[in-house]
């Protein structure tokens, strides 16, 4: 009986937005965004290009932080937790929340701490570390996809293993 009460009162959003607002080198980009996203559920965000589909992904995993001049208020909530609160250790955060992207997404820093991030965050803290993930992998390794492109994205994936993964794809989907 008390694993039914606990069900009642438990959101049902895996993630919740409330009235999440973000500026941009001091423009207004994303205006009182608020949605659900629940638990084991496919969730399309549509729109034209431009209109703030990965930023919004971005703000989900506190991506957009890297950004310099960016502004966020508002709520995101992981399982009832505000991942915007003070305090928040956003490391963890981003190692719950992956974002896979069709293409690569390059962030505001070298190539070499694009590479390294991810190593970075799970404990690989430098540039000889993060060659030797790259040495341990077995030498028969072929890309899984098409292309390498899918192939590394797959493999960050992999390595990475989020509890939730936003995807950004810029193709549009076709209805059923």
Known sequence: MTTAIRKENMDVNHIKIEKLNLWYQGTHVLKDINVGIPRHQVTAIIGPSGCGKTTLLRCINRM????????????????????????????????????????????????????????????AGGRKEAEGD????????????????????????????????PVRSPRPCRRA
């Open 64 to 123: 957009i932080d890297l950004f310099p001049g960016t502004r966020a208020e508002g709520r995101v909530l992981l399982d009832g937790f505000d991942i915007y609160e003070r305090g928040v250790d956003v490391t963890a955060i981003r190692k719950r929340i992956g974002l896979i992207s069709q293409k690569p997404v390059l962030l505001p820093m070298s190539i070499f701490e694009n590479v390294a991030y991810g190593p970075r965050i799970y404990g």
């Open 134 to 165: 790259r040495r341990t992998l077995p030498e028969d390794f072929r890309p899984l996809g098409r292309s390498e492109e899918q192939a590394e994205r797959t493999g960050h994936k992999i390595i990475n293993r989020p509890a939730a993964a």
